[in-house]
T-cell receptor
Framework: KAGVTQTPRYLIKTRGQQVTLSCSPI?????VSWYQQTPGQGLQFLFE???????NKGNFPGRFSGRQFSNSRSEMNVSTLELGDSALYLC?????????????FGEGSWLTVV | DQQVKQNSPSLSVQEGRISILNCDYT??????FLWYKKYPAEGPTFLIS?????DKNEDGRFTVFLNKSAKHLSLHIVPSQPGDSAVYFC????????????FGAGTRLFVKA
């Protein structure tokens, strides 16, 4: 079955703009989580959605938001972009999101803010 | 607050030898641990996992060991191959009624031919 699909793969934005990233989870998976990866920082948890509800949230400012649709697809939005937001944004899906559920990642969306 | 720590940013190993990647965690509530492998410009791929009720899980050349009393886990790769060269992330999870997987900063493994 198809894996986690993220679009766009690469994008360049200028400071102050906003960006929306999209994620389609593995078919049948209902939990979608988002991570930010920057050099030397590992994978920082942004938030997790299940059945269109945000269940968990990481320590990111309110400029970072997300949502999930009834088909489990998810979007992540970053408003008022800052240079420090340049990173690889990864989406991951799992069946139910409970412990013991392995999460599977997409290829990521590379965001560069100039 | 780093709940999952990978203290070695890089590791270099000769082909055919054993690679041992280490990970420490601080939260005793974690009950599921995973290792992911990541190549440049790709998303992380799941490698192997272990539940807190076990102390060892093996899958081919990959074995994960869990020492709950020490809050330590390790990934052993035997024998190491050049294709194993990648960044390895350790991760820990607990069911909070939601799902939150915490990742370490990663260890870059170089396997020399």
């Amino acid at each position: 079955k198809a894996g986690v699909t993220q679009t766009p793969r690469y994008l360049i934005k200028t400071r102050g703009q906003q960006v929306t990233l999209s994620c389609s989870p593995i078919s049948g998976h209902r939990s979608v989580s988002w991570y930010q990866q920057t050099p030397g920082q590992g994978l920082q948890f942004l938030f997790e959605y299940f059945s269109e509800t945000q269940r968990n949230k990481g320590n990111f400012p309110g400029r970072f938001s997300g949502r999930q649709f009834s088909n489990s697809r998810s979007e992540m939005n970053v408003s008022t972009l800052e240079l420090g937001d340049s990173a690889l944004y990864l989406c991951a899906s799992s069946a139910t999101g409970g412990s013991g559920n392995t999460i599977y990642f997409g290829e990521g969306s590379w965001l560069t803010v100039v | 607050d780093q709940q999952v720590k990978q203290n070695s940013p890089s590791l270099s190993v000769q082909e055919g030898r054993i690679s041992i990647l280490n990970c420490d965690y601080t939260n005793s509530m974690f009950d599921y641990f995973l290792w992911y492998k990541k190549y440049p410009a790709e998303g992380p791929t799941f490698l192997i996992s272990i539940s807190s009720i076990k102390d060892k899980n093996e899958d081919g050349r990959f074995t994960v060991f869990l020492n709950k009393s020490a809050k330590h886990l390790s990934l052993h790769i035997v024998p190491s191959q050049p294709g194993d060269s990648a960044v390895y992330f350790c991760a820990a999870a607990r069911d909070t009624g939601g799902f939150k997987t915490i990742f370490g900063a990663g260890t870059r493994l170089f396997v020399k031919a």
